[in-house]
């Protein structure tokens, strides 16, 4: 049977795969689910003998069943080729005791490329396989590695428009230069004065609003969603886990079969829902670490049951996951309460109207039967980085130190060994990684340490730093956050001129 998708929130139409990558969000508000999960049904130790790309065509084929053979291979071999600097595309490094999932090769050095640099081909074969005549606008909201990915996955690609929004001073100085620096003639980035959180519930609010939606479809355009709310950015996702495994039991960590933990630096929890996702496919996880930084909405919904936003954001050093309102948390609540949509609907209009909502008792059990939350203090995560290195002499960002922190603090609850989602490379971060390990410096700027971190960590300067050093700054809008709207209005109305 081939799955469908439908809304989380009760939208009874039943979409293919390539509708749903098409829409990126339901109308309803929802976002998109299979109605269920395939098995893998190739062996582990088949599956174990395969390459990134064989490995993601067998993983990827019965998420995008409407895609032929011929496509979805198109759409693979153009996203994991040489734009990542390993021929891996991912690999596996042990270090402080757990092995960590370098994801951050591909070309804006973050693991937000492992499903960016696919969906652009994705949406491409969907909409000629929809016959789309409208340009299609990309519209996404950032904490920072989000909207570099899709820039550049989505740089010059005929027929698409991509706007970026990011908070103002709520990233690194390499991720923005990253983004404004953007060359292409389809790209834009926007600066939002709000943070995180302002530009998705921003974005959110422009999907759902029926009269917006009409009038760019009279102009000849239609929105769609490079965030992880769409589906086809979660699943492209679940295959590094997979690649991970077999890394560890190459490295004999694990024996084929035998079960790991699963540890992620989460935001949005889209990667850790991916993760979630290879579980059900048939990957031996035993448990997931969910870790968050200071905005550790995340820890205390899986000790309570009671999900609350009503706080404010902190800005820390690890900008990508913070985050109030971790959007894919709704998929996985979805699944634990049995596909309840009027269940979810309910949490998810008293999180609009109130900032906060409990699940029921049986919901909260089933999350914690399989999740742990752990949360990292600003110091301890400092810490976690100069403990990897001073142990291991291997240099992680300050994300990945906050799951490192998380493991770290649960490691004599389980015997079981640990793969870390290591999202980011520490060039990324330099002044945060740079000054975890020397406090001298602390008040350095990120374009001053990259010598730095290139001693500390014996990796090559990536190209993206070197890019942004040169870079001449091509991007230079900003708006507030009530002029989202009227702001993509502008940029769709100039390009027609
Ligand atoms: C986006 C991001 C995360 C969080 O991932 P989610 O899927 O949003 O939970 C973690 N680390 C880095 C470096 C990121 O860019």
Not at 69 to 97: M, N, P, S, W
Not at 253 to 259: I, S, T
Not at 325 to 349: G, K, M, Q, V
Request: hydrophobic share 35%.
């Amino acid at each position: 049977m081939n799955i469908s998708y439908s809304s989380t929130r009760g939208d009874q139409k039943k979409l293919t795969p390539s509708e749903a990558i098409l829409k990126g969000i339901a109308d309803d508000g929802g976002l998109y689910m299979p109605d269920s999960i395939p098995k893998i049904e190739t062996s582990l130790e088949e599956l174990s003998k395969l390459s990134y790309r064989e490995l993601a065509t067998e993983i990827l084929r019965p998420f995008v069943w409407d895609f032929t053979e011929e496509e979805l291979r198109r759409c693979i071999d153009g996203a994991y080729d040489e734009k990542f600097d390993i021929k891996e595309i991912v690999r596996t490094k042990q270090a402080g005791g757990a092995y960590f999932l370098e994801l951050f090769h591909g070309p804006t050095i973050a693991f937000k490329d492992m499903a960016l640099s696919i969906l652009p081909y994705f949406m491409v074969t969907a909409s000629k396989k929809n016959r789309v005549d409208n340009d299609i606008v990309i519209l996404t909201a950032t904490s920072g590695d989000t909207g570099k990915a899709a820039l550049e996955g989505f740089k010059d690609v005929e027929g698409i428009q991509v706007i970026v929004f990011y908070p103002k001073g709520g990233v690194s100085r390499v991720q923005e230069l990253q983004m404004v620096t953007q060359t292409g003639d389809n790209t834009h980035v926007v600066a939002i004065h709000g943070n995180f959180d302002d530009a998705q519930t921003g974005v959110k609010n422009i999907f759902a609003d029926p009269a917006y939606r009409q009038t760019l479809s009279d102009k000849g355009y239609q929105f769609s969603s490079a965030n992880s709310i769409n589906i086809g950015r979660l699943i492209p996702q679940i295959v590094y886990y997979f690649a991970g495994y077999f890394d560890m039991v190459r490295q004999g960590a694990a024996k084929l079969g035998d079960p790991i933990q699963i540890c992620v630096p989460t935001g949005n929890f889209g990667n850790i829902l991916a993760a979630y996702f290879a579980k059900e496919m048939g990957l031996p996880v035993s448990r997931f670490l969910c870790a968050s930084n200071e905005n550790k909405v995340l820890f205390d919904f899986l000790s309570s049951g009671e999900y609350d936003k009503n706080r404010e954001l902190i800005l820390t050093g690890s900008p990508s996951i913070d985050i109030l309102i971790s959007s894919n948390l709704e998929r996985l609540i979805y699944l634990f309460a049995d596909r309840d949509a009027e269940a979810i609907t309910r949490y998810y209009t008293a999180l609009r109207e109130n900032g906060r909502f409990s699940v029921d008792s049986a919901v909260k059990e089933r999350f914690q039967a399989q999740f742990r939350g752990v949360f990292a203090t600003e110091e301890e995560t400092a810490k976690a980085i100069k403990k990897v290195y001073d142990e291991s002499r291997y240099l992680i960002d300050t994300h990945t130190a906050v799951a490192y922190h998380a493991f770290d603090t649960l490691r004599d609850t389980s015997d079981v060994p640990t793969l870390i989602a290591s999202t980011a490379s520490p060039y990324k971060f330099a002044n945060k990684v740079a000054s975890a390990l020397e406090e001298r410096y602390a008040g350095v700027e990120d374009l001053d340490l990259i010598e730095v971190i290139r001693e500390y960590s014996g990796q090559d300067v990536p190209k993206t730093v070197q890019e942004v050093r040169e870079g001449r700054i091509t991007q230079d809008k900003e708006c507030d956050v009530s002029d989202m709207q009227s702001t993509i209005t502008d940029i769709l109305t100039n390009l027609k001129q």
